[in-house]
């Protein structure tokens, strides 16, 4: 068990103090902190800290595969760790965005491979070829876009804006209210030209204004999101793509699994989020980035229906010692993603002492209070914002807490 130093990723739209308070730093930080990865990406590797220094944790998978990964992941996943942990603070909104399947992000990546797109590259969509299903959960209340909104209700809330520009795409839906009308109506708005759209973003953003003054009703939400995004991405087709899609808010604990294919945007928000280890994204609006409209649409996933926000299920597992009932403190998020589980640990008084179970790397992080982390002989301090890695061949953990309350999130490989 040796303690794990996350590497830190400065975006645009991070925040200057939430990943800073989480790791007792001064606030406000210098640039804006959007990520904290702790894994083995070789875009930016975790360093593992020993006595002599630090060293990559790619380096340290590579000299010892088999006692780091363990038997049993290396012919699942080859010598990589399959998944990768990270802090997200979004202090602005996240651009409108997909991940492919498996099958497609193996073709793609062969594709543009074949074709010289150098990897660098600002229109390269395939940086690996895997799939990128990924889990979020909310450290504060989180806010997000997730997944098309039912059709019906997407034709109430458009005609509920009043706006006359807004008529002929309403019909596009209203005729066909299934995925191949919001196929349609997404692909028309995102490809409309700039004439087009500089008449009807405007028509519908005041067709939002006024709906907002005038209304106490069901859509607010999402038309105030809908608002906020255009002033952040002012002419972008994305805020019109926004109103197609479900506003999910998070509280804390509460976690949100996004499969292949799912449009999606992290608004605002603190959180610990856990993805297989790739970094394949399509884009489809509220950027200046790159969007490869065709092959967004070939990976996005058009089925409308209510967003699933994930609760954690209560888990005995191998992982109760000391005092506390069997499973108190335990809270494991079930998803079919096999490349990760993520479990919750929760110390009180009815909780002081528990159990990180062995098999497979692992990867903790404390989040909240402090605990102690012992593992055969090896001993940690694991204070709120610090993170450990545990190698295959090493022992269960054994936590404690040192504070009234505390917790920790355990990351391996999914079963």
Not at 48 to 72: K, M, N, Q, Y
Not at 196 to 221: K, R, S, W
Not at 355 to 371: N, S
Request: net charge negative; hydrophobic share 40%.
């Amino acid at each position: 068990m040796r303690e794990l130093e996350g590497a830190l990723r400065s975006y645009a739209w991070g925040s200057r103090t939430a990943i800073a308070e989480l790791r007792g730093l001064a606030t406000p930080s210098n640039h804006p902190e959007a990520e904290l990865w702790l894994g083995a990406h070789p875009g930016d590797p975790a360093r593992v800290i020993t006595e002599s220094g630090s060293e990559s944790l790619l380096e340290v998978l590579h000299r010892e595969p088999e006692r780091e990964l363990g038997r049993e992941n290396l012919d699942a996943f080859g010598e990589r760790l399959p998944f990768l942990l990270k802090l997200l603070a979004a202090e602005e909104p996240l651009s409108l965005q997909a991940h492919p399947s498996a099958v497609q992000a193996d073709e793609g990546f062969r594709r543009e491979n074949a074709l010289g797109v150098p990897m660098e590259s600002p229109i390269r969509n395939y940086k690996d070829g895997s799939h990128k299903p990924e889990l979020v959960v909310a450290l504060s209340r989180f806010e997000a876009l997730a997944g098309f909104r039912e059709p019906t209700r997407t034709v109430k809330l458009l005609r509920a804006l009043a706006v006359d520009e807004l008529e002929p795409y309403i019909g596009l839906l209203e005729g066909q209210p299934d995925s191949d009308g919001l196929r349609a109506l997404f692909t028309t708005w995102i490809t409309l030209p700039s004439t087009v759209l500089g008449t009807l973003l405007p028509a519908v953003l005041a067709g939002c204004i006024t709906y907002v003054a005038h209304h106490d009703a069901e859509f607010v939400t999402e038309i105030r999101t809908a608002l906020e995004l255009s002033e952040a991405y002012p002419g972008d087709a994305g805020v019109l793509a926004a109103l197609l899609l479900n506003r999910v808010t998070l509280e804390p604990g509460q976690g949100l699994f996004l499969a292949a294919g799912n449009l999606h945007a992290y608004l605002h928000g603190l959180a610990v989020e856990i993805m297989a280890n790739s970094d394949n994204v399509l884009r489809g609006g509220l950027t200046p980035k790159h969007v490869d409209v065709p092959e967004l649409l070939r990976v996005l996933d058009f089925v409308g229906a209510d967003i699933e926000v994930l609760d954690p299920a209560p888990s005995s597992g191998s992982g109760q010692s000391g005092s506390g009932q069997s499973g108190s403190g335990r809270y494991e998020y079930v998803t079919p993603a096999p490349e990760f589980r993520l479990t919750r640990l929760e110390f009180d008084s009815n909780a002081t002492d528990l159990v990180v179970e062995a098999g497979g790397p692992r990867i903790l992080i404390c989040t909240d209070g402090a605990v102690t982390a012992t593992c055969g002989a090896d001993t940690l301090d694991l204070d709120r914002g610090r993170a450990a890695w545990i190698a295959a061949d090493e022992p269960v953990v054994h936590l404690t807490t040192r504070t009234p309350t505390a917790q920790v999130f355990s990351a391996v490989v999914g079963r």
